[in-house]
């Protein structure tokens, strides 16, 4: 085991980022690294803890608080069940101290936002396999963020049932 890390994962709750948040958990995570959720809302979203959080992103949370639905009321984030199981595992098995922060706006420049902010050693981001047109028209994030970032980013793509 060497130094701890920071290890951010991009999380919107579609089944592409709990892949490359199971992927982390399974793969990169070790005794003692941070893993920090890095969650993105829109700009024009309006949540109770947004405003005094709206430029800089919410405090880092802790898993304990993140667990508790108020947590995903006060933020308006999804609640998942599948989240909170791989989360609490691999602070279980790992002993990795888990956290989460929420962010508001553009998720491309957001995430590029976090690396900085959180000096993130390393950053996973799940690819949900846009088509072509679809990805002209609306850009892909995850070839966004590695062009931008300064750290080393894992893009684990989808997997299609």
Not at 6 to 28: E, F, I, M, T
Not at 93 to 111: E, H, I, M
Not at 128 to 151: H, Q
């Amino acid at each position: 085991m060497g130094n701890p890390r920071r290890v951010g994962v991009g999380l919107d709750y579609s089944p592409a980022s709990k892949q490359a948040l199971r992927w982390a958990a399974d793969n990169l995570i070790d005794g003692g690294d941070q893993l920090i959720l890095i969650q993105v809302q829109p700009a024009k979203a309006c949540h109770t803890r947004k405003q005094p959080f709206e430029n800089t992103g919410s405090p880092l949370v802790p898993l304990e608080e993140f667990r508790d639905i108020s947590y995903s009321k006060q933020y308006g984030l999804t609640h998942d069940p599948e989240v909170l199981d791989i989360l609490d595992t691999v602070s279980r098995t790992k002993g990795a101290k888990v956290v989460a922060k929420v962010y508001w706006g553009d998720p491309r420049q957001k995430l590029c936002d976090a690396v900085e902010d959180l000096k993130l050693d390393s950053l996973v981001l799940g690819r949900r396999g846009l088509g072509a047109i679809k990805r002209v028209l609306l850009g892909s994030v995850s070839k966004y963020v590695v062009t931008n970032v300064s750290c080393p980013v894992t893009v684990v793509k989808g997997i299609h049932l």
